[in-house]
């Protein structure tokens, strides 16, 4: 059976909701030679960071996946794929932030950054589990949930301020 997960929908909300918190006012305050230029530019940015927030995994009985657009492609990211059996251990790994990221590491010795902003991360951990045979008890979001809440409500204001001082 195949499982989809997405990435998290508040980390696309803050992401998404950034951009249009420091971009919307640009059009605006354009002089009038760059205003279709800069509208242009916003909705092309509008798009590829839509684009960009759409990548997911999947996983098998056979596989894990890991997919991106077309895009996200163009700018670095690229698809992977591993067979559970190849997987031969986890590795973590703390950030600078505090917190920690993990990488499968596999018979060959290659590493995959294993997803951290993903939907439903408690049932991902526990089919990697299931399908691995490895206690990987400590994988858990590489930043706390509210960190992306925050960061969306706060773009959101943003966004009404730059409105209310428009219309006044």
Known sequence: MIEKFKTLFFVKSSLISLYFALTIP?????????????????????????????????????????????????????????????????????TSQGSKVHYFITNKNETFLVPQRIENLERFVCIVEKKTKLNIDEISYISPLWTYRLLTYLSIFMILGEIFAFII
Do not use: A, R
């Open 26 to 94: 640009i059009p605006f305050i354009s002089s009038e030679k760059l205003k279709v230029f800069s509208i242009i530019t916003f909705v092309l940015g509008v798009f590829l960071i839509i684009n960009i927030t759409n990548d997911y995994v999947n996983t098998c009985d056979k596989k894990i996946s890991y997919k991106t657009s077309f895009i996200s492609k163009v700018f670095g990211k690229k698809n992977w794929e591993i067979l559970w059996k190849d997987i031969k251990f986890i590795k973590s790994l703390p």
